[in-house]
């Protein structure tokens, strides 16, 4: 940026309030986040009776992910989960904040490696990363804090575009931003450098080959993943891991 340096956490502040409006105009984005949660619930492990499972929902945004854990877990009929999401963005969080939360929910301004450096080794269940790792510098770092915090059969579950090795997909994302998510954030006075950059950042991101990669290097086994119908096909996907039983 012309004389000053942008930052991602600041651009987030900037799209805070009308976040949620704007990934509603993104087709299945809801739903897509209500799958990845359901992988996180169903691949949680047993916990001793009266012990709440511990979730970590990291890069929590606006709440969207916290609230598909939530609900994921309730249809499952799990009970009640101890659940922290964090985000960078204190803009973000505090949209999150005023939303409605049960006992159990914290919502806290943190970078997400750091508020892994900050747990115990094998003292959390399960954590969502939706839209989390293909926005931080130390994606390595990122997995394998995860793989140190996970109790023995807890699960990973990062839900990101990814559209490396596939020229179909990279030519579908190119189109949709350039003539339609690009177009409209100016449209609507919206912060077009951060739309720009979610091209970019997607299109230089790991392939699903890579983020697979990266889970399995960290010690995580039954390493899997999925993307989703329709035009998002190998664009959008679901990739689930377990720290060793």
């Given at each position: 940026m012309t004389g000053h340096e942008w930052v991602l956490a600041d651009a987030f502040d900037r799209a805070a309030p009308t976040y949620d409006a704007m990934v509603a105009l993104s087709p299945g984005y809801h739903g897509q986040l209500r799958t990845a949660?359901?992988?996180?619930?169903?691949?949680?492990?047993?916990?001793?009776?009266?012990?709440?499972?511990v979730v970590l929902d990291l890069g929590c945004g606006s709440g969207a992910s916290t609230r598909a854990v939530l609900d994921a877990a309730r249809a499952a009929g799990r009970g009640d989960l101890d659940v922290t999401g964090v985000d960078a963005s204190a803009g973000m969080v505090a949209?999150?904040?005023?939303?409605d939360w049960p006992a159990?929910?914290?919502l806290v301004?943190?970078?997400?490696?750091?508020?892994?450096?900050?747990?115990p080794d094998r003292s959390v269940d399960g954590v969502l990363g939706?839209?989390?790792?293909?926005?931080?510098?130390?994606r390595d770092g990122i997995v394998q804090e995860v793989a140190r915090v996970l109790r023995p059969g807890g699960v990973l579950v990062l839900h990101d575009y990814s559209v490396a090795g596939s020229l179909r997909a990279r030519a579908?994302?190119?189109?949709?931003c350039h003539t339609?998510?690009?177009?409209?954030a100016v449209v609507k006075g919206s912060d077009v450098p951060l739309h720009r950059y979610l091209y970019r950042s997607v299109r230089d991101f790991d392939s699903v080959e890579g983020i697979c990669r990266r889970l399995q290097t960290s010690g995580l086994v039954a390493v899997r993943h999925r993307s989703y119908p329709g035009w998002q096909d190998g664009i959008v996907h679901t990739v689930v891991g377990h720290a060793p039983s």
């Open positions: 949660a359901e992988a996180l619930v169903d691949g949680l492990p047993s916990r001793a009776a009266g012990s709440d499972p949209e999150a904040r005023r939303k159990g929910v914290r301004v943190d970078d997400a490696l750091a508020h892994l450096r900050s747990l939706a839209y989390l790792l293909r926005n931080v510098p130390d579908i994302w190119a189109a949709v339609v998510i690009i177009p409209l």
